[in-house]
């Protein structure tokens, strides 16, 4: 798919547990052509108050989300760049290795790409129970669930939530595919991203 500058949004939640950097990145994709918008402050405010919001609910309250960076992936590329204080996780310690983390699986609309995955760090000892979460966090994970699915307002615009794969590094071809659906896994996973962003 071609796409027309700035359909595709890139969005890093940089984050800090304990002193451990981490991140989450998503995508989200436009039918519209907002090729002219180069300012992203009320999308990044409309994602922190969704997505940051929720996922908060399953975060230790050491799990900082620092920066919200909205990053267009195609055509002249002017990032957004919104500072967060004070916005942490809501349960209290003790915590979690850091390398543990909740598990959420996002569906494709078709074969163009893989399934997409989202891993999130912060875990609290209460959260756990052996290898598996706690059935009292079921609730919040299937509320975080719904949100990952939610497309994002900015302005006249609407954002979907999309898996995407950029096909060529040289060029802006990219493979998208918008999000059906998200299940979670209560399989507590060891896996995650702690590469900081810059």
Not at 43 to 54: G, L, Q
Not at 152 to 168: C, D, E, K, M
Request: aromatic share 8%; proline share 4%; with cysteine.
């Amino acid at each position: 798919m071609i796409l027309t500058q700035n359909q595709l949004l890139e969005v890093i939640d940089v984050q800090d547990f304990s002193g451990i950097p981490g991140i989450n990145r998503y995508f989200y994709w436009t039918s519209q052509d907002p090729s002219s918008e180069t300012d992203f402050t009320t999308f990044a405010t409309n994602f922190e108050n969704t997505v940051v919001s929720d996922l908060r609910n399953l975060q230790s309250t050491t799990c900082d989300h620092t920066e919200i960076i909205v990053r267009p992936r195609v055509g002249v590329v002017i990032e957004t760049v919104k500072s967060l204080s004070g916005v942490s996780g809501g349960l209290a310690t003790p915590n979690r290795a850091s390398m543990e983390s909740t598990k959420f699986t996002l569906q494709r609309t078709n074969n163009t790409t893989r399934v997409g995955h989202k891993r999130f760090y912060g875990l609290t000892e209460a959260m756990v129970d052996g290898n598996f979460l706690h059935a009292s966090f079921n609730a919040l994970m299937d509320t975080l669930a719904v949100t990952l699915l939610q497309p994002i307002s900015q302005g006249a615009f609407t954002w979907q939530p999309v898996i995407a794969r950029q096909l060529n590094p040289l060029t802006d071809d990219w493979a998208i595919n918008i999000v059906s659906g998200v299940s979670w896994d209560n399989l507590i996973t060891s896996q995650l991203s702690r590469k900081q962003v810059r």
